[in-house]
């Protein structure tokens, strides 16, 4: 079964600084990926996609099969960062998505 | 246009009642997904509908249910309620089957007393 994982609970860094955030996958097919975002009193949306390899609101992820890592990149935190990022998963099994098989979350403060 | 829109809001019950949540997606929007989010277990995928047909099912006993609706509407039934079964119940819709970029509702929170 597929697994996400995402190490930090919490991560605070201060406005300006680099952030990273980590995910860390178990799968053993070739797997789609993305990051998830829940602003305070928000919905659930989605941040961005491994194959579009765009860069949402300064954030970029890169797939790393080797490593089977997404993690999330931005080299300048800005105070409205600060929100709950989560890591999905789904399984491409050529018919669609099945699914997202989510991490528990990164709870992201970005400090003045 | 309207964004997915789940009712009731919040929902209290007792072990061994029943409860149905209703989830109405996204207009023109046929893909409806289930997932219960708890502090411990995180987010988990319930079920998968499309077009009235379930698509995908995770793993959960077999007192949650749900069906589609041919207005892409969808209900989830849990029964025989636990302690356990406390959560956040999100809905989101895709405009595919299986769609990878899914439009989240407010959630329904569920306390089971």
């Known amino acids: 079964a597929q697994r996400v994982t995402q190490p930090e609970k919490l991560l605070s860094v201060f406005k300006g600084a680099p952030v990273e955030l980590k995910c860390n996958y178990s799968y053993s097919g070739s797997p789609e990926l993305f990051w998830y975002v829940q602003y305070s009193r928000q919905r659930l949306q989605l941040l961005l996609r491994?194959?579009s390899r765009e860069s949402i609101k300064g954030f970029t992820a890169d797939l790393n099969k080797g490593e089977t890592s997404f993690h999330l990149k931005k080299p300048f935190a800005q105070e409205e960062d600060s929100a709950m990022y989560y890591c999905a998963l789904s399984r491409n099994s050529g018919g669609g998505a099945d699914g997202l098989t989510f991490g528990k979350g990164t709870h992201l403060i970005i400090q003045p | 246009k309207a964004g997915v829109t789940q009712t009731p809001r919040y929902l209290i019950k007792t072990r061994g009642q029943q409860v149905t949540l209703s989830c109405s997606p996204i207009s023109g929007h046929r893909s409806v997904s289930w997932y219960q989010q708890t502090p411990g277990q995180g987010l988990q995928f319930l079920f998968e509908y499309f077009s009235e047909t379930q698509r995908n099912k995770g793993n959960f006993p077999g007192r949650f249910s749900g069906r589609q609706f041919s207005n892409s509407r969808s209900e989830m039934n849990v029964s025989t309620l636990e302690l356990g079964d406390s959560a956040l119940y999100l809905c989101a819709s895709s405009s595919v089957a299986g769609g990878w970029e899914q439009f989240f509702g407010p959630g329904t929170r569920l306390t089971v007393l």
């Open positions: 491994h194959i």
